[in-house]
């Protein structure tokens, strides 16, 4: 089965709502998904909601990026998100605490939040599509597999045009065996980086948007 391990929303700093993406996901084949959004699963009721009024039958693994003191970890698999901003460590030991798995995304993305190392984790993504040139994912792939860890890939999708470019190959029926295949290491990776054009579009789209917001909160002061 297909699942794209790493999306964000516009619950977060994403561009695309919650059935946009389910839609989306549905669209481009995928059996199921996680909705990744910084510091908050607020998303999560919604796309369950979504899924079941649309009959869409995905999988919907629950998921947070989590923002530690050094950088960004996936937690999946709970049903709260973490506090923001301990070490680590901490948030390691608090999201095992609550029933979940730690994959460390872009491990070594020099602009992306990235802790720049693989702490003890569960899984480490070591296909982040939005990795145009491939070093950094090249790496990741790299130490995960010296050291034995479980490997995933996802697409770091912002806009729903690239939602499906990073996909994790898994066997399983529901959540709890999705997850439980993603700690055993029995995955496989599929994955498409984002086209240069698209992603240099969406990066403008981006800082266009940050610009016209700023400028209306200029103007309401």
């Known amino acids: 089965m297909r699942f794209d391990l790493h999306i964000h929303s516009n619950f977060s700093d994403g561009h695309a709502d919650v059935r ?11 059996n199921g998904l996680s909705i990744t959004d910084h510091d908050t699963m607020r998303g999560l009721e919604p796309a369950r909601r979504i899924n079941k009024d649309l009959d869409l039958g ?3 693994i629950p998921g947070v990026e989590t923002t530690t003191l050094e950088g960004h970890l996936i ?5 709260e ?11 390691i030991e608090v999201a095992r605490d609550l029933g979940g798995i730690v994959v460390v995304p872009h491990p070594y993305h020099p602009f992306r939040n990235a802790i720049g190392r693989i702490p003890d984790c569960d899984a480490v993504e070591v296909f982040n599509s939005k990795h145009i040139f491939g070093i950094a994912n090249a790496r990741a792939k790299l130490v ?10 996802g697409s770091d999708s912002h806009y729903a045009q690239t939602i499906g470019l990073g996909v994790t190959l898994i066997e399983a029926e529901d959540v709890d065996s999705a997850i439980q295949a993603i700690h055993n290491g029995q995955t496989r990776i599929d994955g498409h980086r984002t086209p240069p054009k698209l992603f240099v579009g969406n990066v403008f789209k981006h800082i266009y948007g940050r610009a016209r917001k700023k400028a ?6």
Do not use: D, N, Q, Y
């Open 20 to 30: 946009t993406i389910l839609k989306m996901a549905s669209k481009k084949g995928l």
């Open 58 to 60: 995905l999988i919907l």
């Open 75 to 79: 937690i999946l698999g709970v049903v």
């Open 81 to 91: 998100a973490p506090t923001r901003k301990m070490t680590i460590e901490e948030t």
């Open 144 to 153: 995960a597999r010296r050291r034995g860890l479980p490997m995933v890939a």
């Open 216 to 221: 209306i909160l200029g103007r309401r002061r």
